[in-house]
T-cell receptor, first 112, second 113 residues
């Protein structure tokens, strides 16, 4: 079974721009979560979707948003990029709340 | 609030020696506990998990972890380390109807020949 895939793998943007990252979960998984990883803050939870509904959201500003489609694929969007948004963005999929989350390789975003 | 503490930022171990990584958690209900490993530039790979039952859990790559509720700990161990075990290790906690994982800051393991 194919793992979690994330596109693009690398991205360079400038301040003020917006960006959309994509995540395709493992086949059959309906839960998709997003995490931000930075050297200073570590791994932080952004949000989680299940069957197109956001069930939980982390402590991030409204510039960070996401959605999930009927095929469970998910996108996250960051508007008005700031230098501090430079990070590795990880997507994870699972079958539900009590199930293991499997992570993708991540999208590395650099904001200049 | 849930949280995870990994007291050791960096550990250096000789190849063939044993390894133990510490993890302490804070969680208001029954925790689900995980250990993940991350190689440079890569995503997170699950090593093992604890949901319930036997408190000693076996994982991949020869790793095991022991859940101790009285100490709020979930330490990871490996009897004999290989050079390929050099990576960053993360402990995480979640729970029933908890749709997020809280991660520790990670422990970087260096393996010397």
């Amino acid at each position: 079974k194919a793992g979690v895939t994330q596109t693009p793998r690398y991205l360079i943007k400038t301040r003020g721009q917006q960006v959309t990252l994509s995540c395709s979960p493992i086949s059959g998984h309906r839960s998709v979560s997003w995490y931000q990883q930075t050297p200073g803050q570590g791994l932080q939870f952004l949000f989680e979707y299940f069957s197109e509904t956001q069930r939980n959201k982390g402590n991030f500003p409204g510039r960070f948003s996401g959605r999930q489609f009927s095929n469970s694929r998910s996108e996250m969007n960051v508007s008005t990029l700031e230098l501090g948004d430079s990070a590795l963005y990880l997507c994870a999929s699972g079958q539900g709340a009590r199930e293991t989350q499997y992570f993708g390789p991540g999208t590395r975003l650099l904001v200049l | 609030a849930q949280s995870v503490t990994q007291p050791d930022i960096h550990i250096t171990v000789s190849e063939g020696a044993s390894l133990e990584l510490r993890c302490n958690y804070s969680y208001g209900a029954t925790p689900y506990l995980f250990w993940y490993v991350q190689s440079p530039g890569q995503g997170l790979q699950l090593l093992l998990k604890y949901f319930s039952g036997d408190t000693l859990v076996q994982g991949i790559k020869g790793f095991e972890a022991e859940f101790k509720r009285s100490q709020s700990s979930f330490n990871l161990r490996k009897p004999s380390v290989h050079w390929s075990d050099a990576a960053e290790y993360f402990c995480a906690v979640g729970g029933f109807n908890d749709y997020k994982l809280s991660f520790g800051a990670g422990t970087t393991v260096t393996v010397r020949a």
